[in-house]
């Protein structure tokens, strides 16, 4: 239970008690600073609390933004401040030098953001002396967007009655839906789903539903409809496609849901994403299967579509963490793009055309619908293909023209998700200084290593693929040797899951043994994965996986070495065998970790996140 100590007399007919019991708080009321501090004493330190001015007016979903949104460590918005256990400490130093604080006395100030404007408010209230005296000790606070939502402490009746008519004039409800929604997402999903999502969102809310219940019923949704595509049939495909865009609905719900009822968690956060690329590869996974049983063999286009969406990804997420925090990080290029975004159909236009998830899983579920899984990875391959040289070709043209300096946490980012292993580790300790020996630039490392891989595979000589691989893991090493600050060292990561990903895909479609692509399938999913977690760690500032982990699946380097001398020794039928046992292995081990880890991060009371992102 949070507890809120109103500060001040209640004054007559206001609603802010059950307002704030309503929210889940245990109301306690304190006359001056000295009995809110022993009030405070008294309230166990795990639990948050909130200090509110007994004079507040405002909107119930004024209150929910400030006090209850369980990502920042402390909060406030006019007249009311709340802190969670982290800054439980910090709250005390404040309030012990708050004690000055004339709860009572009516003074005049400039309206602040969310305040009623016009009406008289009191610049120093105890909840505001708090927020200032945090803001001094440097411990972030939150202040909530409240738009058109009122939040004010005013000073006399009139400007009480001027306030209670300006929260009637705002439908609270309303605003509270529209908040669910994405500021930012794509068409389909803006258009099409939306609408009349964020009212199963408040379905859910009214019914005590939580988002990871609406994420897992997604995921379940999602893999029925690719066990109905797997059957091969016209019915099977029809209702595969109806499940998915079902599932795409309760996906876009969840994180509605989570919005509108404030249930941000770091666990939830977690498998939305992973869930979200679980459920479009299973799906791949059933098409093929579906058109094996049909005569028709996909696999190779089902690989493919995996490895391509994948990589786009990885572009994705490494460009984003190179420009998290780099400074002077601007350049023509993105001056222009703001200037596109000005012109409103041009923003449609740009975010349909880099095919993100919504108008993805549309163009899936009609394709299987209407005509054959083949048909439909021919168009998932080339919408794909064309968005990612898009979004590529761009984000090279800014990096080329920004002056950005990349910090170091960035350039640990890089590497950590470059998922390097002994190999590479190796490998760095032979780099010479002298830069006419090899390039000083990381990435034309990376791309000289992933060059001579991909000449070694077009060679058709399985022992050249494997000198090749052996090229590879050496400019790997070379690669990161050093920090990846250069413009275009974030290409490094995307290059060795080309690399990787594409050593897998052509060694098993090369090979003539029923169930090999089936297997490479799986590998590819595995370590995906296991590339994915990486990520969402590295986004949750939770670090990498830990250096055991990368090493006892080989690091990227080390299972592309590793899979060309299995193509080499090996006949197919042994080459699938070792395909499924290396993917079951990597699974295994990459899955056990990162579940205990998430669960671990979940119960020790790790910060909620929730990544609005871009539109994967």
Known sequence: MSTAILT?????????????????????????????????????TDQRVAIVDARFVGHLHALRLGLTDPRFPAAALPGAVTVQPAARQALTHALAGGQSAVIDGPSSKAAAPGEQAGAATVADTLAECITAALDTDGVPVHRPELGTLVATVPTDPQARNEARQAVAAVDDEAVRLR?????????????????????????????????NQVTTASLITALIAAGSAATGTRGGFVAAGVLL??????????????????????????????????????????????????GDDVW???????????CRHVVDFAFNEANHDATANTSPTAALSDRLDSVGWT???????????????AMIAVLTAVTTPRITFYALLIGCAFAATYTTAGRVLRSLTRKAHRTD????????????????EYAAKWRSPN???????????????VAALAAALTSGDAWTAVVGAAAYAGASGLALSQPLKGPLDWLVPPLFRAAEYGTVLILAARSEANGVLPAAFGLVAAVAYHHYDTVYRIRGDAGAPPH??????GGHEGRTLLITVLAALLTAALFKVALTVLAVYVALVVLVESIRFWVAAHKGGAPAIHDEGEPA
């Open 8 to 44: 001040g007399q209640p004054v007559p007919g206001s609603s802010l008690e059950g307002d704030l019991r309503s929210l889940g708080f245990d109301v306690r009321v304190a006359t001056d600073a000295g009995d809110a501090e022993t009030l405070l004493a008294a309230v166990p």
């Open 179 to 211: 908040s669910a929604v994405k500021a930012r997402d794509g068409f389909f999903t803006t258009h099409f789903i939306s609408p009349y999502s964020r009212y199963i969102a408040r379905w859910c809310a009214r019914r005590g539903l939580t988002p």
């Open 245 to 294: 865009i079902l599932s795409f609905v309760l996906d876009c719900t969840d994180g509605q849901l989570a919005r509108y009822s404030l249930q941000y968690s770091t666990l939830g956060a977690w498998l939305d994403a992973t869930f979200d690329r679980a459920k479009e590869y299973a799906y791949y996974a059933g098409l093929a299967l579906g058109a094996a049983r049909g």
């Open 300 to 310: 190779a286009l089902a690989l493919g579509a995996m490895v391509l969406q994948t």
């Open 347 to 361: 923003v449609w236009v740009r975010r349909m055309i880099v095919l993100p998830i919504g108008e993805r899983w």
């Open 409 to 424: 946490r960035a350039a640990r980012a890089l590497a950590d998700l470059a998922d390097s292993g002994p190999l590479a």
């Open 435 to 449: 830069t006419r020996i090899h390039s000083s630039t990381p990435v034309l490392s990376a791309a000289f290593g």
């Open 548 to 553: 055991w982990l990368v090493r006892a699946i």
